[in-house]
């Protein structure tokens, strides 16, 4: 469990830009931002407006260029490539479009949310992953491809395939867009219950102003800097 009032995740003073010369463009600008063990924190903006960049940052999916991000105390600015590795053990992704396998199972494709975890049998990853399933009401579905699933019961596979390795933090963009309302509640509801069991630290992207009730803190990001935070009253 994480202790909830230590820092997951510390940026500072964090540009980003892509391209080079003349194309360069800096799509980031001294973003400053702490994420606490155990908080639930939606980040709102327009559409390129820098969202799904932080989050691949934050996320070891990206290298980071100039500032500080830490996660766990570990400096991601110069780190290596087997560092960030290392990183994305503690961390879950769900994304709006599931990225589910669709040539194997619920069951397999949950086992791969253990895969960077060498520490597994065969058999113990089977378990976990079953065990997750049941966790997002699927125990019954273990066994379908994804295209026989719903798109609601698709997005849950994803979190259970998340969540499967108890991460320190978990980062969703946009996981409520391809859903109905109800599926959607359902969805944001069920992680939030979850990681709230294990602990986890959740960072959630969306335009879905029907789930901002599930945050604890709601940040804005505009034109690449993030604005005065917000946090909800409970
Ligand atoms: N790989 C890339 N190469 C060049 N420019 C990029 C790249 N990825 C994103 N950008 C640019 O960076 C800016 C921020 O994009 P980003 O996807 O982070 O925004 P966003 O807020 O997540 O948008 P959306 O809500 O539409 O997903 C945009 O101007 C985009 O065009």
Do not use: W
Not at 154 to 181: G, M, N, W, Y
Not at 198 to 224: F, P
């Amino acid at each position: 469990m994480s202790n909830p009032n230590s820092a997951v995740l510390t940026i500072a003073h964090l540009d980003h830009a892509f391209g080079v010369g003349e194309l360069r463009k800096q799509v980031l600008f001294d973003i400053h931002l702490t994420l606490q063990g155990g908080e639930i924190v939606i980040m709102t903006g327009p559409s390129g407006s820098g969202k799904t960049t932080l989050l691949t940052l934050m996320g070891g999916l990206r290298s980071v260029q100039k500032g500080s991000l830490k996660f766990l105390g570990l400096e991601l600015c110069g780190a290596t490539e087997r560092q960030r590795v290392e990183v994305r053990r503690h961390i879950g992704y769900i994304f709006q479009a599931h990225n589910l396998h669709g040539s194997l199972t619920a069951l397999q494709n949950v086992r791969m949310g253990l895969e960077l975890h060498r520490q597994y049998s065969v058999a113990e990853m089977e378990q976990r992953a079953s065990q997750a399933l049941e966790a997002v009401g699927l125990g019954d579905r273990i066994s379908y491809y994804p295209a026989n699933l719903s798109g609601g019961q698709r997005q849950r596979v994803a979190i259970a395939r998340a969540l499967v390795s108890q991460p320190k933090l978990l980062l969703a963009d946009e996981p409520t867009a391809a859903l109905d309302r109800q599926s959607g509640r359902d969805v944001v509801t069920l992680m939030q219950h979850l990681a709230q069991e294990q602990g986890c630290t959740i960072l959630l992207v969306t335009h879905d102003n029907r789930i901002l009730d599930v945050a604890d803190r709601i940040i804005e990001m505009e034109d690449g800097r993030l604005l005065a935070s917000r946090t909800v009253n409970s």
